[in-house]
């Protein structure tokens, strides 16, 4: 008698593309492993897929200091040429727009979670410039972080789709 039904509801959901899905699994491990140290998995004894993982942990954790690849790398302790491959074996993506997601995602939770200022927004995303922190953001999201912060973006944030910007001139 449920079966029907579970299978009429199960339909009825639309199904996720695999960039949502990673977010999903990505926030979801970031839950799970919130205030666990880095330093309490050694990273030479996870298999690689994990290794991934502790990298993407450890950048997130890292990511207002900028860290280069090669940090990212030593701390997983691999080369930099083998975390890349990792990367597009295990996530489809080189590490570089990995991060940058993890960066538009952290910023995107800062200007509508926070009154900061896109200028310390900018610092705690790990760029060294604004001005090169609102060009990605303008890229990544199709408007400006104080239109961003200010609430004239409509429609949900997906990855892949541009949220659309309404002037208000």
Known sequence: AETPRLRAALGRLAPLDFLDFEQARLTLARIAL???PASAFPPESLPPGHRV???ESWFAEHMAEAPPLTAVA???HLSVAHLRREFVRHRGAAPRAVFDQLRRHRAEELLTGTRLKHEAVSDLCGFTNPANFSRAFRRWTGASPRGWQRGQVAGPSAPGRRRQFTDTR
């Open 34 to 36: 919130r205030g666990v």
């Open 53 to 55: 993982d502790a990298a």
């Open 74 to 76: 030593r701390t997983v």
